[in-house]
């Protein structure tokens, strides 16, 4: 069974730009999650997804941050325009129901 | 807030001993957890989940729960180098959430 996959693996922007990121989970997963983990924290949740519809997004800065997942299967997440505190990895994890969930190798994104 | 805390370390071991590594969770109504390994660089893997109180043994790792402490912990048996990561604990909170905690980092010395 193939895992989260996740692109792209690094990116490095200027403030202000704009970046996007992209997941595919694991096949038969309906439930989707991205998180920021900021080096020395633990994974925070941005949004949560259950097949195409937003669960949870409380967390997610909605100014700046937007996200969607288009025919219950892929999703992207977009930060624009981008800050130095969003510098992070972006991870994205899949779970068949809402227990375990399974991680993508993640986006390293570095804001100068 | 709903909260999950562990110590961040670094837990240090020697080759072969046990490593405890322990959580608490603010929400009683948390009903499922989860211990995470995070090797530097890398993205969590799940290593055990755990529903009901007492222990659950999975080979040389067990998890405790203890939810009138609302404690959470997770043994190491003969702990080797290649444990040495940073354990990530989770609760599954009410409104299907799952939050982390910061972690600990685990050292096993050869």
């Known amino acids: 069974e193939a895992g989260v996959a996740q692109s792209p693996r690094y990116k490095i922007i200027e403030k202000r730009q704009s970046v996007a990121f992209w997941c595919n989970p694991i096949?038969?997963?309906?439930?989707l999650y991205w998180y920021q983990q900021i080096l020395g924290q633990g994974p925070k949740l941005l949004i949560q997804?259950?097949?195409?519809?937003?669960?949870?997004d409380s967390q997610l800065p909605k100014d700046r941050f937007s996200a969607e997942r288009l025919k219950g299967v892929d999703s992207t997440l977009k930060i624009q325009p981008a800050k130095l505190e969003d510098s992070a990895v972006y991870l994205c994890?899949?779970?068949?129901?809402?227990?375990?969930?399974?991680f993508g190798p993640g986006t390293r994104l570095t804001v100068l | 807030q709903k909260e999950v805390e562990q110590n961040s370390g670094p837990l240090s071991v020697p080759e072969g001993a046990i490593a405890s590594l322990n959580c608490t969770y603010s929400?009683?109504?948390?009903?499922?957890f989860f211990w995470y390994r995070q090797y530097s660089g890398k993205s969590p893997e799940l290593i055990m989940f755990?529903?009901?109180?007492g222990d659950k043994e999975d080979g040389r790792f067990t998890a405790q729960l203890n939810k009138a402490s609302q404690y959470v912990s997770l043994l190491i048996r003969d702990s080797q180098p290649s444990d040495s990561a940073t354990y990530l604990c989770?609760?599954?909170?009410?409104?299907?959430?799952?939050?982390f905690g910061s972690g600990t980092i685990l050292r096993v010395k050869s």
């Open positions: 994890a899949s779970a068949r129901g809402y227990n375990e969930q399974f």
């Open positions: 096949s038969g997963h309906a439930t």
């Open positions: 997804f259950q097949n195409n519809g937003v669960v949870d």
């Open positions: 929400d009683r109504g948390s009903q499922s």
């Open positions: 755990i529903y009901s109180n």
């Open positions: 989770a609760a599954h909170f009410m409104g299907n959430k799952l939050v």
